[in-house]
């Protein structure tokens, strides 16, 4: 019969408090356990995240990254983890699925929800069950309010949005905050061409920002969020988001040096950061592209492309086995981008499914009922 087995600490406003030793006879061979120190979480099911990095990109990072805080004291009691393991009839267990519940310096994630089983095992036969009793333990542990979106494969997405209605009686957007495809490169399939000028005036310099390139981060980001709604920015959000990305060395920046033969007065004679690529989710063999935003300005110019090449160069080169990223379904030329890189499965020829190619979507709860976050 399966087990809620729960492994806590210390309450937090967020989390409600979980008390040691509690377990909960279901019925099934499901065990559901909630953690909220990583250090707690079984080395089992850290190994299956990371051999499932770029489909656990919005957790695995995450993980590794409050581990390291937890080695030095620093213990952020305001996040919690929740798995689902099988267990079969000579003990054998396999981890599922992982629910994370978390958090950045710029606000509260949504919840995630990430595959450790091939895409061809989640079905609705096989998410409902497991996806229930994810929620039970939620209920007892998360408040409700915490819970403003939900952000995983399609299906599971589309199933918890139900599912959570029908628990909570909180309704959710028809419409997805965000549909997406996850994508990935590897060194065997990035395409390493030659970068034109074409459309350019003035030279140009990709490397990693710095913090002279503040106020052209901000910029960059403020438009980001607002083209990306509802986690919209304002000015400061944006300028406090832009100094983290370059304090942490996540933000690399396209800049237009001035023409030599323009004179000095010439309005477009001054540098400038015409696009910025951002990875911030990075675990120890996958980096994940978060952010891609080109100035109004200078889109058309291949700025994106030439930028988003020498990145993914830059990570593949550093260790990375992989980089991955999210591109919208309706971003057709973003697609477009990311396809001549190399990331794969967004080819009008690629047809054939390839392990680790998803459709995601989040989807959001009625914001009057619940917090709005940030990521």
């Known amino acids: ?31 559901i356990s ?35 805080r937890e080695d030095t004291g620093e213990i952020d009691d305001n996040q919690l983890w929740i798995t689902c393991t099988s267990k079969d009839d000579k003990g054998y267990r396999t981890p599922e699925l992982i629910l994370s519940c978390t958090r950045s310096e710029l606000g509260e994630y949504p919840i995630f929800i990430a595959p450790l089983i091939p895409a061809s095992f989640l079905t609705e ?37 139900e599912m959570w209605f029908d628990m909570k009686g909180i309704d959710h957007y028809s419409e997805s905050y965000y549909a997406a495809k996850l994508t990935f490169c590897t060194k065997r399939t990035f395409r390493n061409r030659q970068a034109t000028d074409a459309g350019l005036r003035g030279r140009y310099v990709l ?8 106020e052209g981060v901000a910029q960059l980001c403020f438009q980001f969020a607002s083209e990306s709604e509802p986690f919209i920015l304002d000015a400061e959000g944006a300028l406090r988001e832009a100094q983290m990305l370059i304090v942490n060395k996540q933000v690399w920046v396209h800049e237009l040096q001035p023409n030599p033969s323009l004179p000095p007065s010439t ?12 990875f911030t989710r990075n675990s120890q063999t996958c980096a994940t592209i978060s952010k891609v935003v080109t100035s109004p300005d200078h889109r058309g110019m291949g700025c994106a492309q030439r930028l988003m090449r020498q990145v993914c160069k830059h990570l593949l080169n550093s260790g990375k086995q992989a980089v991955a990223l999210y591109v919208a379904h309706n971003n057709v030329p973003a697609t477009k981008v990311y396809h001549n890189v190399g990331f794969v499965g967004l080819g009008e020829a690629d047809n054939q499914p390839i392990e680790g190619v998803e459709r995601w979507s989040e989807i959001g709860f009625d914001r009057n009922r619940v917090q709005l976050g940030h990521w």
């Open 207 to 214: 490397r990693p920002a710095v913090m002279t390139d503040l």
């Open 267 to 278: 309005p477009s004679s001054g540098s400038q950061i015409a696009c910025l690529v951002a």
């Open 34 to 68: 909630v953690y909220d120190l990583p250090s707690r979480i079984p080395s089992e099911m850290l190994q299956a995240l990371s051999r499932e990095a770029i489909r656990t990109n919005v957790v695995l990072p995450h993980l590794e990254k409050a581990r390291l």
């Open 125 to 161: 036969e096989f998410l409902v069950p497991r996806l229930r009793l994810l929620m039970i333990a939620m209920n007892e542990h998360i408040q409700t309010g915490r819970v403003y979106s939900i952000f995983a494969p399609q299906l599971v997405a589309e199933l918890f949005a």
């Open 1 to 31: 019969m399966p087990v809620v087995s729960v492994v806590s600490q210390a309450p937090s406003s967020q989390i409600a408090k979980i008390p040691l030793d509690i377990h909960s006879t279901l019925g099934g061979d499901l065990v």
